[in-house]
């Protein structure tokens, strides 16, 4: 087989793997380690795919061909402390350095080959294994030169995925949920021959853990998300993958109200509504992605016509246990399931209260309903992606601003709970010797805490009193 050509880096790209290098300088030293003892180092995996995309990267994949697995752990160990992340599969760490060092490898055939350290694979070989051209170019470290035997280079420009040996492609279902992942991350679709594969692959035995890290990227690190999910209905494949979302498709809204057109569509828009708002964290981020992505799932079951007109009364409570459900298989954290159930059972709650001039006591009633992991702030992010995504001229969500969620904003900031419940003034600790510990001074901290929210008492004292007085003891 004919050696891979290799060709020169662009001044662009050298530019920005040699800052990428520069954050872990000691990866150049072991660099010239592996050269001068006959190894020769690759850059590999995706980030040679986001130095292309021009997209900030971390992770560093260095795949070492010429030499055996002990023979690169010698040349390491001069180093430092060296870790085996698993000899079979041939991938080495150095102790404190966040890069995986490994050795080529083959698979044998089957539905669960055996992963075979080969040091002498071509590599050609070694990259047809990889699940898409993007993927399957390597960077030369001592001479900074590209190896692209699949064109990946090109197919990142014509925005195309493309897998190198569907062979290999079709012996792994995670790649198919790469594949939707990359779409929405990327804005690139397959092409005819593994789009096909897509729609006829089997995709079971994939862990929920696995599932979970390719939802967590959709979400998380695309601009437009929706294009994943909606490439899931292209294929036929979302009635497998999310059936309750599939369900929404063609659930029919009042075009006053939702001028967009079915759920589905809706909430395709309120996701990526999600995805353009900033969150206090990642996980805060990918609660609201989440509840986006389910908070109409109980219009499936309430939406019925009445005097003419579309109405889905109590799709709120409704869709909270098709949240549970559909989540339980792919969100390995039960506390983000939790979490997302509550902001879909009130996301109605910001124009009501608006609409009803819900009083300051109302707004913390609602944050202790919330908790402390959901606050009222992600509520009103979630009701504002709601209300943007109702753009009737196309797919992309409305980008106005919502004066009902502002006032609704502004109302929870007076009443002190935008970012979390008030917490109580009274504690155990201030009832003992004349309360007896357990179930009735469990119940008289409650009635506490109540009158507490509802009269606005800040005082300790005063509301020792009020809760001797209820118990009759005082």
């Known amino acids: 087989m004919t050696e891979v050509k290799a060709t020169k880096l662009s001044p662009a790209i050298r530019r920005s793997l040699d800052l990428l290098l520069q954050e872990v300088p000691i990866v150049r030293k072991i660099v010239q380690a592996i050269s001068e003892a006959g190894g020769r180092p690759l850059l590999v995996g995706g980030v040679v ?21 002990d023979e690169l752990a010698a040349v390491l160990r001069r180093l430092g402390r060296v870790s085996l992340v698993g000899r079979s599969f041939g ?21 669960k080959p055996k992963v075979i350290v080969d040091p002498t694979l071509s590599i050609r070989d070694a990259f047809a294994r990889r699940d898409l051209t993007m993927n399957a170019m390597g960077i030369d470290l001592a001479t900074y030169e590209l190896l692209d035997p699949f064109g990946g280079r090109q197919d990142i420009k014509d925005k195309v995925l493309r897998s190198p040996d569907t062979r290999f492609f079709t012996q792994d279902p995670l790649r198919f949920y790469r594949v939707m992942q990359f779409v929405g991350r990327f804005e690139m679709y397959p092409d005819k021959k593994l789009q096909v594969i897509c729609r ?8 929920v853990e696995r599932i979970d890290e390719e939802f967590r990227k959709l979400l998380l690190k695309s601009k437009w998300p929706s294009l994943g999910i909606r490439w899931l209905g292209e294929i036929d494949r979302l009635h497998e993958v999310l059936p309750e979302l599939a369900l929404c498709v063609g659930v029919p809204q009042p075009p006053n109200w939702h001028p967009e057109g079915d759920v589905f569509e809706h909430t395709m ?9 900033e969150c206090d964290s990642e996980e805060d981020h990918l609660i609201l992605m989440y509840a986006a992505l389910c908070h109409d799932l109980g219009k499936v079951e309430k939406t019925e016509k009445v005097d003419g007109r579309w109405r889905s009364h109590g799709h709120a409570d409704a869709g909270v246990p ?27 709650v910001p124009p009501q209260f ?8 109302a707004y913390k009633r609602l944050a202790n309903k919330l908790g402390k992991r959901v606050t009222i702030h992600m ?19 409305l980008k106005r601003k919502e004066k009902v969620i502002d006032l609704f904003v502004a109302r929870a900031r007076k009443a002190g709970v935008l970012n979390g419940p ?5 504690q155990g600790r201030d009832l003992l010797g004349q309360v007896k510990q357990g179930k009735q001074m469990g119940d008289l901290l409650r009635y506490a805490y109540r009158i507490q929210l509802e009269e606005g008492i800040r005082s300790r004292a005063v509301l020792k009193r009020r809760v001797l007085a209820h118990k009759g003891c005082g």
């Open 354 to 361: 608006i609409e009803s001039d819900a009083s300051l006591a």
């Open 200 to 207: 006829k692959m089997d995709i079971r035995g994939v862990s």
């Open 91 to 111: 991938v080495l760490r150095l102790h404190g350095l966040d890069v995986d060092w490994s050795l080529p490898r083959r698979d044998s055939a089957g539905r």
């Open 49 to 69: 795919r986001d130095l292309f995309l021009k997209q900030s990267t971390k992770d560093l994949d260095i795949e070492v061909h010429g030499m055996t697995v």
């Open 269 to 277: 828009q309120v996701l990526d509504a999600g995805a353009q708002l």
């Open 322 to 348: 098709i949240t549970r459900e559909m989540l339980g298989r792919l969100v390995q954290k039960k506390s983000i399931v939790s979490a997302v159930c509550k902001l879909v059972r009130y996301h109605m």
């Open 422 to 426: 008030e917490e109580p003034i009274l």
């Open 379 to 397: 509520l009103a992010d979630l009701s504002l992606c709601d209300r943007r995504g109702r753009n009737s001229r196309g797919h992309k969500p």
